[in-house]
Antibody, heavy 117, light 111 residues
Framework: EVQLVESGGGLVQPGGSLRLSCAASGFTFSNSWMDWVRQAPGKGLVWVSGINTDGSSTTYADSAKGRFTISRDNAKNTLYLQMNSLRADDTAVYYC??????????WGQGTTVTVSS | DIVMTQTPLSSPVTLGQPASISCRSS???????????LSWLQQRPGQPPRLLIYKISNRFSGVPDRFSGSGAGTDFTLKISRVELEDVGVYYC????????FGGGTKVEIK
């Protein structure tokens, strides 16, 4: 079964850091572009960051540039998002998703990040 | 960034009746490779998004054929031919011709 499972979310104070993980199974992870998408409470979907198959190319939304770092470990079939200098408006459910045919065809269940003092 | 605008915000529909959602982009979604990377996703309450349609009109695996996509350039439409109870949720269009952006979402609910 093709599956993505996120972890690492939680409650963090403003200015703090978190590292999200996304474990992939059921497909060839090393052949797949991967992305992070977030959804603030009651709001729509917002793309955060993407990474190519070998990790040599990364892209970020303006809101993530300079604070977030996407990476991957193909040997462990795992995608990461290192988030630093967190702000209240980073509070959201964070989804990892697989990119295929210019769309996101596989989504995880999401992990919740809450930034609050 | 490409701005995606969806209408309507909400669509109350009678079971068995059709529904239509419009999505307009602020610039053409035709990529330099000739493809148009416009997709549609469904998000049921409490669930992650699910891909329905990719590259304007291609139904993803397992998606019922009552869902169809059409359009070109900057104007796109998702149609549900006969709405069923399981179709209740929020629908998003998304472009990936440039860095991905999503429409604001359209809530489909039963009258």
């Amino acid at each position: 079964e093709v599956q993505l499972v996120e972890s690492g979310g939680g409650l963090v104070q403003p200015g703090g850091s978190l590292r999200l993980s996304c474990a992939a199974s059921g497909f060839t992870f090393s052949n797949s572009w991967m992305d992070w998408v977030r959804q603030a409470p009651g709001k729509g979907l917002v793309w955060v960051s993407g990474i190519n198959t070998d990790g040599s190319s990364t892209t970020y939304a303006d809101s993530a540039k300079g604070r977030f770092t996407i990476s991957r470990d193909n040997a462990k079939n795992t995608l990461y998002l290192q988030m630093n200098s967190l702000r209240a408006d980073d509070t959201a459910v964070y989804y990892c998703a697989r990119g295929t045919w210019g769309a996101f065809d596989v989504w995880g269940q999401g992990t919740t990040v809450t930034v609050s003092s | 960034d490409i701005v995606m605008t969806q209408t309507p915000l909400s669509s109350p529909v009678t079971l068995g009746q059709p529904a239509s959602i419009s999505c307009r982009s602020s610039q053409s979604l035709v990529h330099s490779d000739g493809n148009t990377y416009l997709s549609w996703l469904q998000q049921r309450p409490g669930q992650p998004p699910r891909l329905l349609i990719y590259k304007i009109s291609n139904r993803f695996s397992g998606v019922p054929d009552r869902f169809s996509g059409s359009g070109a350039g900057t104007d796109f439409t998702l149609k549900i031919s006969r709405v069923e109870l399981e179709d209740v949720g929020v629908y998003y269009c998304m472009q990936a011709t440039q860095s991905p952006t999503f429409g604001g979402g359209t809530k489909v609910e039963i009258k």
